[in-house]
C-alpha cells in the first residue's frame, strides 16, 4: 500500500528520505494474543519486530515479572482463585486509590499459579480466546527467549523495558503486612542484565514516566555497574488535562510526590534538581519540551517517547512542532499504534486514517519508531516504505 502521495501533504523538511524506522512490540503482540506473555513476545519476534517492550514489576520476593501494572485484577485469573481471595486490598498507587491483587504481595511461586488474561475482552476477542492459558514471565525467563530466538533464526532482538511505578515502590508503597516495599526496581533492573550478560547498547533501551529513576541510571547506578545503555523519557499528556490531585498522566510523579514531601531535591536528582526546583511547579510533562526542561531533558536521556494523542496537529497526521523539533536532538519513540477503531487518528471530518497510513506518516517525518500492539502491520508498512525509497 503506496502512500507517497502524502509527501505533498507534509512538510518539506519533514521528507526524510528512507529513514531507520525500528518497530517496537508494545507488550508483546498484545494485539493478537494476552499482553505481556511469552507467547505474545515469541509471536512478535516471529513476526519481525526490532524490540519487545516488557513492563516490570517486583514479586514480594523481589523478582522481577512483566506486567503494566502491579495490579493484576484485570490482566490475570486471580480475582477467580479462592486461595488468593484474602490478597484483596486498597492502596495508594502514584497518588490513587486503586482496589485489587497487587504483585508485591506475591512470591514467584504464587505469581506462577496465575494465569494471563485479555485485559481489553470487549475490544479484542482474540486475546480473549486465549485466557487463562499462558503464565505470567520473568524478566529472566524474556531473555532466556529472546536468545533462543536468535539461535534458532540468527536475527537479534532487542528488549525495551520500563520499570512500572518506581517511585511507589521505592518510597511510597507498602506490602499488604503495611511493610514498606522500599526496592529500586532500577537497580534490580541492571543486576538482572548484569547477570544475563544482556548489555548491548544496541539492543537495549530504558524507559521510564519518571524522571529520578533515569536521572540515577545515568548519575550512578551505570557507572555502578559499568553498563551504558540509552534511556528514553516517556512523556505522559502534555495538554494539562490530567492534572493533579484528580490524576497524574501530565506530571511526573516521582517530581509532584517529592514536591508535596518537600524532599530536598538535590539530594535526591544531584545537579538535575536545580534546574528541576527552577521549573514552574507543578512539573508537568510539556515544560520538558521547551528552555530549561529541555535542557534538562538532554543531560540523560537519548530517546523521548511520547503520547500518541498529543502527538499529531488536529484532524492530521502532521506532527505538531515541538515534535518534529525532537526529531532531530533525540530518537523519538511514540506510543501506541492500535488497530481498533477508537485508537486511531481522525482527521477533521472524523474519519478514521488506518494505523498503516498513520505509520507511513511518521517514516516520512523523521520519526525514529513506535510502539504497536501490531507490529505485523507496522512492519508490512515499513516493507512498502523501505522498497519504494530503494527505488
Given at each position: 500500500?503506496?502512500y507517497?502521495?502524502l ?14 524506522f ?16 511469552l507467547e505474545a ?23 522481577l515479572i ?6 493484576l485484577t ?7 482463585l ?24 506475591f ?19 482474540q ?18 527467549a ?11 532482538v532487542?528488549?525495551y523495558p ?7 515502590f521505592?518510597?511510597?508503597g ?7 516495599i522500599?526496592l529500586?526496581?532500577?537497580e534490580?533492573?541492571l543486576?538482572e542484565?548484569r547477570?544475563q550478560?544482556?548489555?548491548d547498547?544496541k ?6 514516566f519518571e524522571l ?8 550512578q ?6 553498563v551504558?545503555l540509552?534511556l528514553?523519557?516517556?512523556l505522559?499528556?502534555?495538554?494539562h488535562?490530567?492534572m ?8 511526573p510523579?516521582?517530581?509532584w ?18 534546574l528541576?526546583?527552577g ?7 510539556s ?6 526542561g529541555?535542557?534538562l531533558l538532554?543531560?540523560y536521556a537519548?530517546?523521548v517517547?511520547?503520547?500518541?494523542s ?6 492530521s497526521?502532521?506532527l505538531?512542532?515541538?515534535f ?7 530518537q ?17 471530518d472524523?474519519k478514521s486514517f488506518s494505523?498503516?497510513?498513520e505509520?507511513n ?12 500492539d501490531y507490529?505485523?502491520?507496522v512492519l ?9 525509497c530503494?527505488k
Amino acid at each position: 500500500m503506496n502512500y507517497l502521495w502524502l509527501s505533498a501533504l507534509l512538510p518539506v523538511a519533514a521528507q526524510a528520505a528512507c529513514p531507520d524506522f525500528l518497530v517496537v512490540a508494545h507488550r508483546g503482540a498484545s494485539g493478537h494474543l494476552p499482553e505481556h506473555t511469552l507467547e505474545a513476545y515469541q509471536l512478535a519476534m516471529k513476526m519481525g519486530a526490532d524490540f519487545i517492550e516488557p513492563d516490570l514489576v517486583p514479586t514480594r520476593d523481589g523478582v522481577l515479572i512483566s506486567r503494566h501494572e502491579n495490579d493484576l485484577t484485570h490482566s490475570t485469573n486471580v480475582a477467580d482463585l479462592p486461595q488468593f481471595a484474602s490478597r484483596k486490598t486498597t492502596k495508594t498507587v502514584d497518588g490513587l486509590a486503586v482496589t485489587g491483587w497487587f504483585a508485591e504481595d506475591f512470591s514467584l511461586a504464587e505469581i506462577k499459579q496465575l494465569r494471563a488474561r485479555e485485559p481489553l475482552p470487549e475490544l479484542r476477542p482474540q486475546g480473549v480466546a486465549h485466557n487463562d492459558q499462558y503464565q505470567l514471565v520473568t524478566l529472566s525467563e524474556i531473555i532466556a527467549a529472546v536468545r533462543q530466538f536468535e539461535r534458532d533464526t540468527g536475527r537479534k532482538v532487542g528488549i525495551y523495558p520500563e520499570t512500572k511505578h518506581p517511585t511507589y515502590f521505592r518510597f511510597e508503597g507498602k506490602h499488604l503486612d503495611g511493610t514498606a516495599i522500599a526496592l529500586n526496581t532500577s537497580e534490580l533492573l541492571l543486576k538482572e542484565l548484569r547477570t544475563q550478560r544482556f548489555t548491548d547498547p544496541k539492543r537495549v533501551f530504558i524507559q521510564s514516566f519518571e524522571l529520578q529513576n533515569l536521572l540515577e541510571l545515568k548519575q550512578q547506578l551505570m557507572p555502578k555497574y559499568r553498563v551504558s545503555l540509552p534511556l528514553v523519557q516517556l512523556l505522559g499528556d502534555t495538554d494539562h488535562a490530567f492534572m493533579p490531585p484528580k490524576d497524574n498522566f501530565s506530571v511526573p510523579y516521582d517530581v509532584w510526590y517529592h514536591q508535596q514531601h518537600n524532599t530536598q531535591l538535590s539530594g535526591l536528582y544531584g545537579e538535575a534538581g536545580r534546574l528541576i526546583a527552577g521549573l514552574k511547579a507543578p512539573l508537568d510533562y510539556s515544560q520538558l519540551l521547551q528552555g530549561q526542561g529541555k535542557t534538562l531533558l538532554q543531560s540523560y536521556a537519548t530517546g523521548v517517547g511520547p503520547w500518541k494523542s498529543n502527538l499529531y496537529q488536529k484532524g492530521s497526521v502532521t506532527l505538531k512542532p515541538e515534535f518534529a523539533a525532537l526529531t532531530s536532538q533525540f530518537q523519538l519513540h511514540p506510543y501506541t499504534l492500535r488497530d481498533e477503531d477508537n485508537y486511531l487518528q481522525k482527521d477533521k471530518d472524523g474519519k478514521s486514517f488506518s494505523l498503516r497510513f498513520e505509520a507511513n506518516a511518521l517514516m516520512q517525518q523523521g520519526v525514529q519508531g513506535v510502539f504497536s500492539d501490531y507490529p505485523d502491520l507496522v512492519l508490512a508498512e515499513r516493507n512498502e516504505w523501505r522498497q519504494s525509497c530503494e527505488k
